[in-house]
């Protein structure tokens, strides 16, 4: 177990120091640039390039922060199409851009009792999942029921997947499948519906199907 | 004639930077956005060395590694990463150099310039 330990604080640290480095040498090798350009259009792009690769860093340094501590949730109940609205509003550009589409397929009366900014989160996570997974074209369907005492959400795509070899590793921190990312947001996920004992997290991954899906549950506070 | 270069790097950013620090000592650069790409470029000009990134979708550099030599098995290639673990990957020793990603490229420079034997 220890050595298990170790060898995931290396893969860790390893991953950690790629996604520092990356945009750091991109940004030291622009400014370097900077210092001798006498074309103000090129000393421009150079500095959109710097200041895109340094909103990569804030990202790490956030998931970074995210994964490492939580604050206790606050819940509160909420109406579940309402904040499904809001989720669709943030990602509509970045879906327009794919030409992909997210459907919505949630009761409009169904209400959730939880911390809204950590499902925020969770949800962040798994659509932009999702979202990466297309090839072009493709749909992210979110879809929200509930089954008893539970409300179910579930978020589905039909994307690549994850192969069969890699689907073990997809909670570990900073593995990824994508060129870029930090490889924090399942880990995220998963530690949030850990730190919730009458919530459950459960996930199907399958590799390049239909059916790649990701599903919460929130179990009622009275249930 | 100037000497061509291939350059297999995924993020665009990085590209455009090697791309122009490397043609500012007289080569001539291609790129390619991912290991396919790169095996393709090199069926098809006449390269004088590739430069290669290790993550990368699709392909990995490794498997691109052994792509690429075993249709030019004499190609001097570069392996340019952030990771610096890879380096004790034997697949890694293929290449005739491995180099961790700096903002000084001067060490990419030097190597590609002594790899070529100018």
Redesign the interface.
């Known amino acids: 177990v220890t050595c298990q330990r170790l060898a995931a604080v290396g893969r860790f640290s390893?991953s950690l120091?790629?996604e520092i480095?990356?945009p750091?040498?991109?940004?030291?090798?622009?400014?370097?640039?900077l210092l001798d350009l006498k074309d103000p259009a090129k000393a421009q792009r150079n500095l959109k390039?710097i200041v895109?690769?340094i909103e990569k860093l804030e990202d790490v340094l956030n998931n970074l922060l995210e994964f490492s501590s939580f604050p206790a949730a606050k819940k509160h109940e909420f109406l579940l199409r309402e904040f499904f609205d809001e989720i669709v509003e943030v990602f509509s550009i970045r879906m327009e851009k794919r030409k992909a589409v997210l459907r919505v397929d949630v009761p409009p009366d169904l209400v959730l009792s939880a911390d809204k900014a950590q499902m925020g989160e969770v949800m962040r996570n798994l659509i932009t999942n999702s979202l990466d997974s297309l090839s072009s074209s493709g749909v992210v369907t979110v879809k929200a029921w509930r089954e008893d005492a539970d409300v179910i959400i579930e978020v589905s795509d039909n994307g690549t997947g994850f192969p069969p070899e890699q689907q073990k590793k997809v909670f570990e921190p900073f593995f990824t499948?994508?060129?870029?990312g930090t490889g924090l947001g399942l880990t995220i996920v998963k530690k949030l519906y850990r730190e919730e004992p009458r919530r459950q997290y459960r996930h199907r991954l399958a590799h390049r199907g239909r059916n790649n899906r990701e599903t919460v549950s929130s179990r009622r506070e009275n249930a | 004639m100037k000497k061509t270069i291939l350059l297999i790097e995924?993020?665009e950013?990085?590209r455009?930077?090697y791309q122009?620090?490397i043609e500012k000592h007289g080569y001539a650069v291609m790129t390619a956005a991912d290991g396919h790409e790169g095996i393709e470029v090199i069926e098809k000009h006449p390269i004088d060395l590739a430069i290669l990134d290790i993550?990368?979708?699709k392909m990995d550099g490794l498997e691109t590694l052994g792509k690429l030599l075993s249709s030019r098995t004499n190609l001097p290639v570069i392996i340019y990463t952030?990771?610096?673990?890879y380096k004790t990957d034997f697949m890694s020793w293929a290449a005739d150099s491995y180099l961790?990603?700096?903002?000084?490229?001067s060490e990419l420079t030097r190597k590609i310039k002594e790899l070529l034997g100018d």
Request: charged share 25%; hydrophobic share 35%.
């Open positions: 390893a120091a790629h480095r990356n750091l040498a991109t940004i030291g090798g622009f400014a370097k640039q390039i895109s690769e499948t994508k060129s870029h | 995924d993020e950013s990085q455009i930077l122009e620090e993550r990368m979708p952030a990771y610096s673990h961790v990603k700096s903002s000084d490229l």
